[in-house]
């Protein structure tokens, strides 16, 4: 049988090989399965020939002599498998470039192009090693393997043999070995690039060829897994020509080299590694190289920034070090510099000295003090100040809204106050301003804004200051406005009728305004509005979202006018009638306490109380922010079932239990809740010991417990608020009751109720998740000043003395996730999900995330359809769980990912990467999934398909539009509830929306681009 197989295989060879140029071409043609442009399909015809055989006029093909000697379908969109063994008797061909197409297979038979001189496979999906007989392409000058991120294994040896060889490019792949194994034995090339693969070993150049180290110019070995130090030879090589060095995201450690060994370098990225000591002053110095870039953010640098003398240096990015001391005196000829997230101290009018150059200045989250420099006047080139979450004082000055060229400016979280400039507002080129959390008085100086053309602000945050007076008219001016945040002032009167439509975040929340809200308005939510604002009114109209559920009591409508009679006394009839219900609720609470005491005294009730809530309770409750995790570690005894783990001498007081001392030394075994099945709900009934000395109890609910809980309680951790809304102490915490909702790789997330009937959700992270004190100040600090209308923000945070009391605060929002209507619907009667439904989240999501990635440069992180609440009735959506990475260990991270990843929301990229690191990209990736969701109806981690080789929905999608089946894509009861000519259209335009953001990184467009098609084809249809 082997014999006859062989014989078989070899007779295909033959026969293949038999093939004339033109002949292999069109057997080729076979595996193309889209062609978007119909240049190949169209113009690759038997019949257009030459006389010698030679294809005429067929698109990207070259010819000469009868020999087909380039192929060249760069960028064509082109589907379908591509095999090599079918043209490998095109002996001639020297260039074969068929680079961002969407072509499969694998490298088979590479090795036989003996001819080629320019190979360019990247930006496909092709899968597999890359085989051996590399060795045997010796006339090749240039390989381009990037962007498959299929392709992987070790690399095979063979590379020595490549003397031609200049190019080589495997970025962003699953390739790994020893770095060195490949460098060894690399000749005179000029372009290396292995960025975004799985090498590992440590960066030991001094064992290359003297060849190679003589004619790199561009080493890019970022995103893999490097160790130990930079370069680990003790005879560190003398580099002649390396202009551009990248080693970033690895783990590499040790000093940082003062690059001597390097005359001619230019730009040298080490960002994201762990490297430590002092920053090599001779880097910054005019005599020492010719940098023109150096990033060395994200490391563990100590020290202070001497003076930069350079006059080369235009790029300087050192944030999210340790260094400290004061700003630089000189900043040389720099034009962006980052500082930002250190421990810098010291006179921020230091940076008067700095010259001319500067145009993007990044000092935010230091410990700078001062005011703002009133009489410079040399930046004539700056774009961008950003010096947030500092302790500046006094007013700001008249020269700030001066500088020409200005485009953004954040001076949030620091302590100025005065009166706001009037000419920052009338600035024709600055578009970003923020000066939230801050002192400021006054009213809006827009008096003039009627006199200026061409008002540019796009994005203006004012939050939390004390400005007063009414909101003037000449806001309607800025007809380019994006976001405007008014929220938590003094503002009062009406909201001015005429605002931009462009608007896509306005929160006016916690003033004192009055009257209607403009209709144009109504589509933000109440809480775009409220709390405060008592006698602002919201006519309730199909425009209005109507968010019930986010409005707590005394927030609003509790104000009345006394003049209104009829107003008093239905408010004294409802008041007589609420104090009924309360009084009647509180009996039968007693009473039911009284009989869980006597069953507890007979062993015949566990603390934890299963409860048959009611639908929109059960939505609540069940895990709709986090993924479960399994429960096995969920055993021990009852006494202390359902706690918080903290650290509390004073437990015993109130837990009335003789185990409590065991609770003390090991506070990781006391997280008991009840295991987080789909099918189950949580309701582990606890009380949210949010300190070391919280008053925890089992028997939290008796009647000695209540009285309990006013007493006095040292604590010894910090509570921290962002929201000024959020009135709470660490005691009011610590006493609240609360139920266990869900549970991650992070830790457990908590409905807590407060006395004062508000309710949280409170995230316990996991014992050894959360990073350091310092940094996790820093970065929560960050996320807490986000706000978006359909993000659930920050509200504070607790840090405790021990290792596991880490507590993270957000409102609680009772609304079902998205996971939930599409897979649970019928169980839930949730309502169906129409497509103006469907089409209202995907432009509230995609509003939110390019919001954080392009107002705040911040990945979510952890997207997908369980962390996207829908709230009630319009449906609104609000991400939860963002940026959760920024707060927690990089080993938390990976688990992170790993999770997102078995349920299909991690892009292929990170599949080749040892450290996969949430960006923007993957948020871009993830939202593509959800796309796809809400157009299929299926949920991405439990899509279920006979296909061969189908596991994930995006492969499901993919093999249908394929195979021109994109209809079959389609959830059917859209296709039911509106029918298929009229949504056909609507559906088929977001589905390339949602395949252009599954594909490969470098392809993937942007958020902001995103939300505009999106905006464009719902408009579209609306029409």
């Known amino acids: 049988m082997q014999t006859i197989c062989s014989v078989i295989l070899l007779l295909l060879v033959i026969s293949v090989s038999g093939f004339s140029d033109f002949e292999a071409l069109l057997e080729l043609k076979k595996g193309i399965q889209r062609d978007p442009s119909g240049k190949i399909l169209t113009s690759w015809d038997a019949k257009a020939l030459t006389s010698d055989k030679c294809p005429r006029n067929w ?97 095979p040896s063979g590379f020595g043999s490549l003397e031609k060889l200049k190019y080589l490019d495997l970025q962003g792949n699953s390739f790994s070995g020893e770095v060195m194994g490949l460098f060894s034995e690399l ?105 023109t870039e150096l990033d060395l953010s994200l490391n563990q640098l100590e020290g202070s920034v001497g003076s930069i003398t350079s006059s080369t240096l235009k790029k300087l990015n050192l944030s999210s070090n340790r260094l400290s001391g004061s700003l630089p005196l000189k900043l040389g000829h720099c034009a962006i510099i980052d500082l930002s997230n250190n421990n810098i101290s010291g006179d921020f009018s230091r940076i008067q000295s700095w010259g001319d150059y500067a145009e993007v200045i990044r000092l935010s989250s230091n410990s700078l003090t ?54 920052l507002f009338m600035s024709t080129k600055l578009t970003d301003l923020n000066l939230s959390n801050n002192n400021f008085s006054g009213s809006l100086p827009l008096q003039d804004a009627s006199s200026v053309g061409n008002l540019s602000l796009t994005n203006i945050g004012l939050s939390h200051n004390s400005l007063g007076g009414v909101l003037p008219e000449e806001l309607t001016r800025f007809r380019n406005l994006v976001s405007l945040d008014l929220s938590y002032n003094n503002f009062e009167g009406n909201i001015p009728d005429g605002l931009p439509e462009s608007l896509k975040v306005f929160i006016v929340s916690a003033n004192n305004l009055s009257g209607n809200v403009p209709k144009n308005l109504r589509r933000f939510p109440d809480s775009a509005f409220h709390p405060g604002n008592a006698l602002l009114i919201v006519p309730i109209s199909p425009e209005t979202p109507k968010d019930k559920t986010d409005i707590t009591l005394g927030n609003h409508g509790s104000h009345m006018k006394s003049s209104v009679k009829s107003a008093m006394i239905i ?30 005294a007979t062993g015949e009730k566990s603390i934890v109380q299963k409860t048959e809530p009611s639908p929109s309770n059960v939505i609540a409750a069940k895990n709709c922010v986090q993924e479960t995790e399994p429960s096995s570690s969920v055993t021990s005894t009852s006494t202390n079932k359902g706690k918080l783990p903290v650290s509390s001498p004073r437990l015993s007081q109130y837990s009335g239990s003789e185990n409590s001392s065991s609770f003390l030394k090991e506070p990781m075994e006391e997280l008991h809740l009840e295991s987080t099945r789909k099918d189950e709900t949580v309701s582990s009934q606890v009380s949210l010991a949010s300190s070391s000395t919280s008053s925890l109890s089992r028997i939290q609910n008796s009647p000695d417990n209540l009285r309990s809980r006013q007493t006095s309680v040292k604590l010894d951790g910090n509570l921290y608020i ?49 990073k350091g004190k310092k940094e996790f100040a820093r970065e929560i600090k960050k996320l807490g000043n986000i706000n978006h209308p359909n993000l659930v923000s920050l509200q504070a945070y607790y840090w405790g003395p ?72 319009e449906l609104t959506a609000l991400l939860t769980d963002y940026s959760l990475h920024r707060l927690i260990t990089p080993e938390a991270t990976s688990e992170q990912v790993l999770n997102a990843a078995a349920l299909g929301y991690c892009p292929p990229e990170f599949a080749s990467s040892s450290k996969p690191y949430p960006s923007l990209k993957s948020d871009v990736y993830a939202f593509g999934v959800i796309l796809l ?54 559906l088929t ?13 470098p392809e993937r467009p942007d958020m902001k681009s995103v939300s505009q098609e999106l905006s464009r084809i719902v408009l579209k249809r609306t029409k």
Not at 949 to 977: H, K, M, Y
Not at 989 to 999: E, G, N
């Open 187 to 291: 000749n005179s090339v000029d372009y290396v690039d292995i960025s975004r693969n799985n090498f590992s070993g440590s960066l030991d150049l001094g064992l290359a060829k003297s060849s190679f180290v003589s004619s790199i110019r561009f080493l890019n070995v970022s995103e893999n897994s490097l160790v130990g130090d930079l370069f680990a030879h003790d005879g560190i090589p003398f580099f002649d020509s390396l202009e551009v060095f990248d080693a970033s995201s690895n783990h590499l450690s040790g000093s940082v080299p003062v690059f001597s060994f390097v005359v001619s370098l230019k730009i040298l990225r080490l960002q994201n590694n762990q490297l430590s000591g002092f920053l090599p002053p001779g880097l910054l110095q005019e005599s020492s190289t010719v940098l």
């Open 933 to 986: 969701e809400l157009l299929t109806g299926k949920v991405s981690g439990d899509i279920v398909c006979s296909d061969p080789g189908v596991v994930e929905l995006t492969e499901w999608v993919l093999l249908r539009v394929g195979q021109n089946r994109a209809a079959e894509c389609f959830d059917p009861s859209i296709i039911e509830s509106h029918g298929s000519r009229k949504v056909s259209g609507v």
């Open 722 to 770: 962002f929201d000024s809304s959020l009135k709470l102490t660490a005691e009011e915490l610590s006493r609240a009751p609360a139920e266990a909702i869900g549970r991650s790789c992070h830790g457990t997330l908590y409905r807590a109720v407060l006395n004062s009937d508000v309710v949280l959700a409170v995230k316990w992270l996991r014992e050894g998740t959360a």
């Open 370 to 423: 001062g005011t703002l420099p009133g009489e410079t006047s040399q930046f004539l080139r700056l774009t961008s100040l950003e010096v947030a979450n500092n302790s500046l004082q006094g007013e700001l000055p008249f020269i700030l809204g001066t500088y020409p060229e200005l485009k953004g400016i954040d001076l949030s979280h620091n302590q100025l106050s005065g009166l706001l400039p009037k000419n």
């Open 571 to 600: 408010g004294l009839v409802v008041g007589a009638a609420l104090l009924a219900l309360v009084c009647a609720m509180f009996y039968f609470m007693l009473k039911r306490q009284h009989d869980e005491e006597k069953s507890d």
């Open 59 to 155: 698109y990207g093909v070259s010819c000469n002599s009868g020999d087909v000697t380039s192929i060249d379908l760069n960028g064509l969109g082109l589907f379908g498998n591509f095999s090599f063994p079918v043209i490998v008797g095109l002996r001639m061909l020297q260039n074969l470039s068929i680079s961002n197409n969407q072509f499969a297979g694998t490298l088979s038979k590479i090795g036989s192009f003996k001819s080629l001189k320019y190979l360019d496979v990247s930006g496909n999906i092709f899968r597999g090693s890359l085989p051996s007989g590399i060795e045997n392409l010796r006339n090749l000058e240039v390989l381009n393997l990037s962007g498959n991120n299929y392709l992987g294994g070790v690399v």
């Open 989 to 1001: 335009d977001v589905l390339q929306v949602a395949l252009s953001c599954i594909s490969p990184a």
């Open 802 to 873: 021990k290792e596991h009391e880490k507590l993270v605060i957000s409102r609680y929002i009772d609304a079902p996730c998205l996971a939930f209507y599409l897979q649970e619907a019928g169980q839930l009667n949730l309502p169906p999900l129409l497509l103006e439904n469907r089409l209202k989240i995907t432009l509230d999501i995609a509003s939110c995330l390019s919001y954080l990635h392009n107002g705040e440069a911040i990945p979510h992180g952890n997207l997908k359809s369980t962390n996207v609440l829908l709230k009630p009735p």
